[in-house]
Every structure is written in structure tokens, then in C-alpha cells.
Nanobody
Framework: VQLQASGGGLVQAGGSLRLSCAAS?????????TAWFRQAPGREREFVAA???????RYTDSVKGRFTISRDSAKNTVYLQMNSLKSEDTAVYYC??????????????????WGQGTLVTVSS
């Protein structure tokens, strides 16, 4: 599968962006879990959100209530709606797919395929 992330950009604090991750070659349904991760300059890649066929949707605590992960099967695209953005949300955002066991859903090492990343910059 090839994953193409898009939608990043420069936004002021308090604003919104919607990231997209389009899949080609295979569908998101071929993988148990689809996730978004992010990596800020000088920091390790961190989990943001994920949904699985057999587990509840998950969000990292810092984005709960502000970010929403969703899927459009007809378009074979996954979205990350980001509202009330903060400067600390600035990072390169990556989508990924895999078949992690429940305890590994938040671990980047559990995912097989990754998109190229899209940069989100939040100005304060």
C-alpha cells in the first residue's frame, strides 16, 4: 500500500486544519489499525490517534476533545480533523497502517506502512 498525506500548513493558534491520508494499492480495510503520529523538531515520533476494527478509537491525552480521526471508505481516505490548534501541535504528521495487537496500538514500531508526512505549523 502507498499512503499519501496532505493538508498541512500554517495556521494561527485556535485555528483548524484537516489532514488527509489517501491509500492506493490496497484499502484501509486490509489493515487492522490506521493511525496518525507526529514528530516535532528534536523530538521522537509520538502517537496522536488511531482507529481499529476491534478496538475503541484512541487519542493521546493532549489532543482529546480537539482532534477527530475518521474514515471515508468510498474515497479510501482517512482524515484527522484538528481544531483549537496550539503551538505545541506543530510537527510533521504521518499516517500509518498495520495490524498491531491492542497493547501496541500507540507504538510506531507496530506499523508496517507510512505516508511521507505533512507539516503542520501553528503560530502563537
Amino acid at each position: 500500500v502507498q499512503l499519501q498525506a496532505s493538508g498541512g500548513g500554517l495556521v494561527q493558534a485556535g485555528g483548524s486544519l484537516r489532514l488527509s491520508c489517501a491509500a492506493s494499492g490496497r484499502t484501509f480495510g486490509d489493515y487492522r489499525t490506521t493511525a496518525w503520529f507526529r514528530q516535532a523538531p528534536g523530538r521522537e515520533r509520538e502517537f496522536v490517534a488511531a482507529f481499529s476494527w476491534s478496538d475503541p478509537t484512541r487519542y493521546t491525552d493532549s489532543v482529546k476533545g480537539r482532534f477527530t480521526i475518521s474514515r471515508d471508505s468510498a474515497k479510501n481516505t482517512v482524515y484527522l480533523q484538528m481544531n483549537s490548534l496550539k503551538s505545541e501541535d506543530t510537527a510533521v504528521y504521518y499516517c500509518a497502517v498495520g495490524r498491531p495487537i491492542t497493547s501496541m496500538i500507540m507504538r510506531s514500531s507496530a506499523y508496517y506502512y507510512w505516508g511521507q508526512g505533512t507539516l503542520v505549523t501553528v503560530s502563537s
